[in-house]
């Protein structure tokens, strides 16, 4: 039987002890009516076997595509060593550190990367994690509500729309006023923000680099909301914090994102990293669990949880949010990557991914009829082109040839249906950037 | 032990990476005011530096493959190493989540699709419910879903509703989740025997009720005889049921939430389907409904076509929306899936049958050691409380941490509410009979040492790293991070 | 210790009357139940309150709790000192761990809180349950 230990004989003398003759009279409290028949489920399989299924069902997905999708999500590479560290089983097999004393390895890593997120940047806390960057966004808007007293957030329509999306679904029910705000040429639109914003707001919220790719200094949108009480919220991809101006430094108050691009797989939707970070006064406002540093009964450095005050198995109806389970071995997962990659690493990483972007727009603009959708603006690794023909008629051609060139907007934006979205990473050689483009000249 | 942060060596570095020395050196093209003026202050390691330093501190943590966990309410069963192997291969850990929203796409991910679809159909099967969504990230995600559902369904009726009903004895999450969805929170007492009073909850239920959320067994680890009858009185005033899937591991194979009267399910996959921990997550949270709320579930639901082939459908007016980003934490959905068939349908019953032996024995042995509030079979879990320890101050904390010197990672302490000095223990079935022994004879001493020498147990842990950390003075100056010296 | 010129409520907050205003703050009792407290969230400069009202909110270690207003009227002080020491509460919860002051709106409210020798009879019966 698998992973059950006690053999029959073991099980007899158990029951003895218990004082029962069958394991069946330790369940008399269900009622009859209640017992269900054998289930629907196939009979159990050996090791061998599930592999083998999971393989050949494996098989079944595109392995070998040539992948420029991004839209928040980017493939970049994970080193053997981060994979090595986090399969340590004392790291995953672990509970939450609730008792200290046993978990000083996972409280001393969560310490470290929250720093490292502070570090990256430019803010004065962080939590342990959030379950993903969208759900991020939410919990850093119910904390704007929260430090301010108000009802009402502004959120530009270049945060990403799946972001926006689980935004609508989750605060439909609260008497907020959301408003989205349309963009000028790819970046938030300054007068159309200006208007929205009020003694009544708590947040405006942005994304940079943005959906679209476009990178944005937003300090005077951070400006313009502090004048009238609110804060600004910044969406942010942390490999472009290997060279982009920091939300910290352009004003932002809490600062959240995706984190999957720091060590983690795209593995087909997760798990992935909520990270958020703010200025040390909101800290108490600050939902997730938090690490602290302190000293034990002789005076030896240790690391605890700390403000649990704010959560929920403490505050119950009023925890400042439900979150329990987090993310905590991607958090130790990127952790890993930072300190692999470096100070030095991770510039050079993003230089590297800026470069490629840059070749890879140069050769997609000599195919003729293909122009960058948003020409004056500035892009990191990610860029929107303009097609001749729709994108999607674009995309199956380039199926056939094991290319995943991009995402078409006209799913998320009907007005935009000829645009595709084309991200770049490190992994991308130029062998490949060069059969993309010659792929799509012969295509169009 | 020293921060990686102080380690660093300025001008180390473990990483290469490829295109160094190629297109890292043209120059960034991007004007420097949109550039960040100095570099963040990571640390500066080989990689020999970081294996060390992550090693040193992995040898001061606990986790299964360490020893008995027997966490209530937990579920700390062994991590089946197969499903790690299971969830790195490159088909599925390689995979884009935007594939299948591209024309075309879903026909390059029917492996991924296909894994969701037989979740769907095996947890279905399981809780006797309709149709699950695997996008809810964690357990208390679940809760939310839940609660959003509950609001969703209250709203297509028109119905007036305003408060959720829970257990004195529920988890944090539950009322912190049906808060956060918006509803005021009731508690419902307990009776002498511990489980929901049913004249409490008739004078509790009104047309205001939503719904009531409410795990069985219970955390005492009780299973409710009258759970149909909690049911059909709830839903006489149009009230849902919802299950807290946190305590199903003695259901498995044996009884179903669907046939209790439950209307919505949530499952911990980190907990009952075996999934890591990972020192706090990442978990998932699949959620359940009967037939007539399935139009409700969040989008997109993996659908079957006619020649077997499945898609995404993403029309679906009725739906809560988006609660994740796209299908849900798809590698623990599909590790959970890989111990699910390698269970089946008699492994399910044998989860069971050896979770409530194991707590049973448990209980029979440390029964006279310690007060035992609900002198009764129990079910994966039992509950004691140290009051009678606490007389000669050896508290329940005192007890835990006594637990810790002798290689064992305490049980949950202080939880549920309802019993003062609560200490929950959670076996699981993957433990053995040498284990339980040993852990019954570790309790057995540190009661004996309470009566005789309470000083012994109070000056525990010892043999730890670090011992009675100061967490008032956490709380009241935090130190939440290590900045580089250059930032304010 | 229950001081004898204060009167008292069920949620275990003490309200010490100076003419038209109150100073209040938790009971002995009451900081030794909450243990270390870690932080006050002190009521806002001005805010009118209702008898019963939550007021402002302390967070111990291990449980955070409300605190009302014995008597309703405006908020016009609030303990700043505790912003530093929030142990002020736990050592000296009658004296320097006072939490704020209220301009009482209707003083006859007082007269139906328990005085010293009533509180201390709740606290026997709690005791028993």
């Known amino acids: ?444 | 032990m020293k921060l990686i942060f102080e380690k660093s060596v300025p001008g180390r570095r473990a990483v290469r990476n490829a295109g160094a020395g190629g297109e890292a050196d043209a120059n960034v093209p991007l004007p420097g005011s949109l550039l960040r003026s100095r570099p963040a202050e990571l640390p500066e390691l080989s990689e020999l530096d970081v294996v060390r330093h992550f090693t040193a501190l992995s040898r001061r943590n606990f986790g299964i493959d360490s020893g008995f966990y027997p966490l209530g309410s937990c579920t700390m069963k062994y991590n089946p190493k197969a499903t790690e192997a299971v969830a790195a291969c490159p088909g599925f850990a390689d995979l884009h989540p935007l594939i299948p929203q591209l024309p075309g796409g879903e026909m390059m991910v029917q492996g991924a699709l296909a894994v969701l679809k037989e979740m769907d159909r095996l947890l279905s099967e399981i809780c006797g419910m309709a149709a699950f969504t695997m996008q809810p990230l964690a357990g208390a995600h679940g809760e939310l879903t839940g609660a959003m559902i509950i609001a969703a369904y209250h709203e297509r009726r028109g119905n007036e509703k305003t408060t959720i009903l829970i257990p004195d004895s529920a988890h944090g999450t539950n009322p912190a989740s049906a808060a956060i969805a918006g509803y005021d929170v009731k508690s419902v007492a307990s009776d002498a025997d511990g489980v929901m009073d049913l004249a409490a909850l008739r004078a509790a239920t009104d047309d205001g009720v939503a719904g009531m959320m409410l795990t069985c067994p219970n955390t005492l680890g009780l299973f409710n005889s009258r759970i149909r009858q909690i049911a059909d009185l709830i839903h006489s005033v149009d009230g849902l049921m919802y299950y807290d899937g946190a305590n199903l591991n003695p259901l498995l194979g044996r009884c179903r939430p669907g046939d209790m009267g439950f209307d919505i399910v949530h499952l911990n996959l980190h907990k009952t389907f075996a999934t890591p921990h990972g020192g706090g997550g990442p978990g998932a949270g699949p959620v359940g409904v009967v037939e007539r709320l399935v139009d409700f579930l969040p989008t997109s639901i993996v659908r079957e076509r006619g020649d077997g082939s499945y898609y995404l459908d993403y029309d679906r007016p009725r739906s809560i929306g988006y609660v994740a980003p796209f299908y849900g934490n798809f590698a623990i959905v599909l590790r959970a899936y890989a111990y699910i068939l390698m269970l089946g349908r008699e492994g399910l019953l044998r989860v069971s049958d050896n979770a409530v032996l194991n707590a049973n024995y448990v209980l029979a042995k440390l029964r006279g050691h310690y007060e035992l509030p609900y002198d009764r079979i129990c079910m994966h879990e039992c509950v004691f409380s140290a009051s009678r320890q606490a007389e000669r101050s050896v508290r329940a904390l005192n007890v835990a941490k006594a637990l810790i010197d002798r290689g064992i990672h305490p049980m949950t302490v202080y939880f549920p509410l309802t019993v003062p000095e609560a200490m929950m223990i959670e076996p699981t079935e993957t433990e053995s009979m040498e284990t339980l022994d040993a852990f019954i004879a570790a309790m057995i001493e540190i009661a004996r040492q309470a009566r005789e020498a309470p000083e012994e147990v109070t000056a525990c842990p010892k043999t730890t790293p670090v011992a009675q950390l100061d967490e008032t003075l956490a709380a009241r100056k935090p130190d939440l991070a290590s900045l580089a010296e250059t930032e304010a | ?129």
């Open chain 1, 1 to 444: 039987m698998p992973f059950i230990a006690n053999t029959d004989e073991q099980r007899r003398q158990m029951l003895a002890a218990i004082g029962v003759a069958d394991v069946e009279e330790l369940f008399a409290d269900i009622p009859p009516e209640l017992r269900c028949g054998p289930l629907d489920v196939e009979p159990g399989l050996g090791e061998q076997e599930v592999r083998a299924k999971l393989a050949a069902l494996a098989e079944h997905n595109a392995t070998g595509l040539v992948g420029f999708l991004g839209g928040g999500f980017y493939d970049h590479f994970i080193p053997a060593a981060l994979d090595a560290i986090v399969s340590r089983s004392e790291f995953y097999t672990a509970y939450t550190p609730y008792q200290p004393e046993i978990s000083q390895g996972t409280l001393q890593a969560i310490y470290e990367y929250q720093s490292a997120i502070c570090r990256l940047t430019d803010m004065e806390v962080a939590n342990a994690s959030l379950y993903d960057g969208g759900t991020a966004v939410y919990e850093a808007i119910m904390m704007a509500l929260r430090i301010t007293g108000r009802s009402k957030v502004v959120v530009d329509e270049t945060v990403s729309p799946i972001y926006r999306k689980m935004v609508r679904s989750y605060t439909s029910n609260l008497g907020i006023a959301l408003v989205e705000t349309a963009p000028s040429n790819g970046l938030p639109d300054r007068s159309a923000i200006a208007e929205h914003v009020g003694d009544d707001t708590a947040a405006v919220i942005v994304q940079n680099p943005n959906f679209f790719g476009c990178i944005d200094d937003v300090t005077d949108l951070a400006e313009l909301v502090h004048e009238r009480g609110g804060l600004l919220i910044a969406s942010c991809y942390p490999i472009s914090l290997g060279l982009l101006k920091t939300p910290g430094r352009m004003g932002a108050d809490i600062v959240v994102g995706e984190g999957q691009s720091l060590g983690m797989p795209l593995s087909f939707g997760g798990p992935y990293l909520g990270f958020m970070a703010t200025r040390r006064k909101y800290v108490r406002k600050m939902p997730g669990r938090i690490a602290g540093r302190t000293v034990d009964s002789q005076g030896r450095e240790g690391f605890v949880l700390t403000l649990q005050a704010r959560e929920q198995h403490i505050r119950r109806a009023k925890a400042t949010s439900n979150i329990c389970t987090n993310q905590g071995l991607c958090a130790l997962r990127a952790l890993v990557y930072m300190s692999l990659l470096g100070k030095g690493g991770l510039v050079e990483l993003a230089r590297i991914c800026a470069a490629k972007a840059d070749y890879l727009q140069k050769r997609l603009l000599a195919v003729g009829g293909v122009t960058m959708r948003f020409p004056r603006r500035w892009y990191f690794n990610e860029f929107v082109v303009n097609l001749p023909i729709t994108a999607d008629k674009v995309i199956r051609g380039l199926f056939n040839r094991s290319l995943a060139a991009g995402f078409p907007l006209g799913r998320y934006f009907p007005e935009m249906g000829n645009c595709l979205l084309v991200a770049v990473t490190e992994k991308r050689t130029k062998e490949e950037m060069d059969f993309l483009a010659h792929t799509l000249e012969v295509i169009l």
């Open chain 3, 1 to 129: 210790m229950i001081p004898e010129d204060l009167r008292y409520t069920r949620e275990h907050e003490w309200i010490r009357v100076e003419g038209g205003a109150g100073v209040v703050g938790i009971t002995d009792h009451a900081q030794d139940a909450l243990g270390d407290v870690t932080f006050v969230e002190l009521p806002v400069e001005g805010a009118e309150l209702t008898k019963g009202e939550e007021a402002c909110a302390i967070e111990s270690a291990k449980a955070a709790v409300s605190i009302y207003a014995p008597a309703g009227g405006k908020v016009v002080a609030a303990n700043e000192a505790l912003e530093d020491d929030p142990g002020l509460v736990n050592t000296s919860p009658f004296g320097e761990g006072w939490i704020y002051k209220l301009e009482l709106a209707d003083p006859s409210e007082i007269a139906s809180l328990m005085d010293a020798a009533g509180y201390a009879a709740f606290l026997a019966a709690e005791e028993e349950q």
